[in-house]
């Protein structure tokens, strides 16, 4: 794991693999949109999200906003879909060699094989579930085209926000809870 080299040499997990990230994909929906399956029905209420936050893995993100019509935030302690010549893609595998335009080029690949392995799922879960249309090959929802804002939960003083990274990208610092008195 970690890269999509290191899940390459684990053939035999491809398949648990698949099923838990469209088993994510398809879990948007509902956690946009249905009451807290953790809170007694009697005490929650069904609601529908005015925005969405979001990590990247989560994938079906983009796609329920669509289909609600509301505004969508990534919030992640990795970059994951700005292209930089700053550093590759975390998923690459690359070897760390800043400026380089493979480091770029790597987050369209990426991108590219996440639609490669999911493209069908997310299209027949986009017109059953969403009531949206399939999109067509070579039109992937483009987070970046679509200038939707990236909070990147890091240091600035360890990681400075690259300088080819458009405006909506921030490095916003780490969170990090309050500790209560006891």
């Known amino acids: 794991g970690g890269s999509v080299w290191g899940e390459a040499v684990h053939p035999t997990l491809i398949p648990q693999k698949t099923a838990m990230v469209k088993n994510i994909i398809h879990s948007c929906w509902p956690a946009a949109t249905e009451r807290d399956p953790m809170i007694d029905p009697r005490f929650s209420k069904p609601f529908v999200a005015?925005?969405?936050i979001?990590?990247?893995?989560v994938m079906g993100h983009i796609h329920v906003c669509e289909a609600l019509g509301c505004p969508l935030h990534i919030m992640f302690p990795q970059p994951w879909y700005w292209p930089t010549t700053a550093f590759p893609?975390?998923?690459?595998?690359?070897?760390?060699?800043e400026g380089e335009k493979k480091n770029a080029i790597s987050y369209d690949v990426f991108q590219q094989l996440e639609w490669a392995s999911f493209g069908r799922s997310t299209n027949m879960w986009r017109?059953?579930?969403?009531?949206?249309?399939?999109?067509n090959a070579g039109t992937i929802p483009?987070?970046?085209e679509s200038r939707i804002p990236f909070s990147a939960m890091w240091?600035?003083?360890f990681v400075p926000k690259p300088t080819d990274w458009p405006?909506?990208?921030r490095?916003?610092?780490?969170?990090?809870?309050?500790?209560?008195?006891?």
Do not use: R
Request: proline residues 11%; positive net charge.
């Open 54 to 57: 979001a990590n990247p893995p």
């Open 171 to 182: 490095v916003v610092g780490t969170f990090v809870p309050k500790n209560k008195s006891t």
């Open 89 to 97: 893609h975390p998923m690459a595998g690359l070897g760390y060699v």
């Open 142 to 144: 483009s987070i970046v």
């Open 155 to 157: 240091s600035e003083s």
């Open 127 to 135: 017109k059953k579930i969403l009531k949206l249309p399939a999109i």
């Open 50 to 52: 005015d925005a969405i």
């Open 167 to 169: 405006k909506q990208c």
